[in-house]
């Protein structure tokens, strides 16, 4: 027996259908619950019930058919599921993911629309993509964190069917509707400031992934900007991180600075590489290099001295990510990014 103190039994029974179909159980074609049962269930009588099954009939979710029962037909827009896909199982990007989580909340839950998490194994993905396709139905939504939005797993979601979004840009040529940061824009700031301050030698250490479009975006924002001012580029300028962490971008950094001092400020992409950088810097006597560190800031913050600061949002990506959902309306946006300056420097 379930309360109907409030809502009409007609929208209980309705809810309740809802429920079984977002659960995963049904696919599209699957027979479904039958009235006689489910009148019995929820102690409701047949005719408020066979009404609820009328109303999602008229919505294209089930369909009857004479002398079979009644059967999973999809589900309208209103009400189908919304799936995050991530690839992080080891929680490294922990912070990062539950800010894209929140951002499609922040856009969504008065919807009422339901979001799930999807963790997909990068060694297995194929795995972790069919276990999702058996428990959805097309028309149904994935955001793709920036981390899974490869190829492979995009064209498998979209030739099934399935709606896909990005947060952060697909790393390939593609019409992938994507909600991204604007690279070029903001490595440009941050190298216009330090260029303002009268640097003539800065350093961009970034992490190292040669085939990232976002990282190809920074890299060439920021020697256009040096160009641009009259600056030639020097090649020592660009330091690759290839694992993008605090104790590697340490140890990256002390064994730079004992081949090259030759620089003034630094941009550094990432909060643990930029404390990496900026405690090598102070053990090398250097503490007067300019840092500004180059970030989501839904990821940590520098907080050991005072800084200027380039920052970007995970959490300012996804609600506008949740918004176009929202909207029905899938395109594609760059986000920009936020100098915070220090008043100290």
Not at 216 to 219: E, N, S, W
């Given at each position: 027996m379930i309360n109907t103190a409030v809502t009409s039994k007609r929208d209980i029974v309705r809810r309740h259908l809802l429920e079984e179909l977002e659960s995963g159980k049904y696919r599209v074609g699957d027979a479904f619950l039958t009235e006689n049962n489910l009148s019995r269930e929820l102690g409701i009588?047949?005719?408020?019930?066979?009404?609820?099954?009328?109303?999602?009939?008229?919505?294209?979710?089930?369909?009857?058919?004479?002398?079979?029962?009644?059967?999973?037909?999809?589900?309208?827009?209103?009400?189908?599921?919304?799936?995050?896909?991530?690839?992080?199982?080891?929680?490294?990007?922990?912070?990062?993911?539950?800010?894209?989580?929140?951002?499609?909340?922040?856009?969504?839950?008065?919807t009422g629309r339901r979001i799930d998490q999807v963790t997909i194994d990068p060694g297995m993905p194929k795995e972790g993509i069919d276990a999702y396709l058996a428990k959805s139905v097309p028309g149904d939504t994935v955001v793709v964190g920036g981390f899974v939005a490869d190829r492979d797993t995009v064209d498998t979601l979209r030739r099934n069917g399935r709606q896909v979004i990005a947060i952060g840009m697909p790393d390939y040529d593609s019409d992938v509707p994507y909600v991204h940061t604007d690279h070029v824009g903001g490595i440009r700031m941050a190298a216009e400031y330090l260029l303002g301050k009268g640097h003539r030698s800065i350093l961009l250490v970034d992490r190292g992934n040669s085939h990232a479009i976002s990282y190809?975006?920074?890299?060439n924002?920021?020697?256009?900007?040096?160009?641009?001012?009259?600056?030639?580029?020097?090649?020592?300028?660009?330091?690759?991180?290839?694992?993008?962490?605090?104790?590697?971008?340490?140890?990256?950094?002390?064994?730079?600075?004992?081949?090259?001092?030759?620089?003034?400020?630094?941009?550094?992409?990432?909060?643990?590489?930029?404390?990496?950088?900026?405690?090598?810097?102070?053990?090398?006597?250097?503490?007067e290099v300019e840092l500004v560190p180059y970030y989501c800031n839904n990821c940590g913050g520098v907080s050991t001295v005072k800084l200027t600061t380039a920052e970007w949002s995970a959490f300012e990506m996804a609600q506008e990510a949740g918004n176009m959902i929202r909207s029905g309306k899938l395109e594609r946006k760059l986000l920009p990014v936020t100098l915070y300056k220090s008043e100290t420097k």
């Open positions: 009588c047949k005719n408020t019930v066979r009404e609820a099954f009328s109303s999602l009939v008229s919505d294209g979710i089930l369909v009857r058919r004479r002398g079979a029962g009644t059967f999973v037909h999809g589900l309208p827009s209103g009400d189908r599921r919304i799936t995050l896909f991530t690839s992080d199982p080891r929680g490294r990007f922990e912070p990062f993911t539950a800010a894209i989580l929140a951002g499609l909340h922040a856009a969504l839950d008065d190809q975006d920074r890299r924002s920021f020697i256009d900007t040096l160009v641009a001012h009259g600056v030639s580029p020097d090649a020592r300028w660009l330091v690759d991180l290839f694992t993008p962490d605090y104790r590697n971008a340490l140890e990256s950094a002390r064994r730079m600075l004992q081949r090259y001092r030759e620089f003034t400020a630094v941009i550094v992409y990432g909060v643990d590489c930029a404390l990496g950088f900026q405690d090598a810097l102070t053990e090398a006597g250097l503490a």
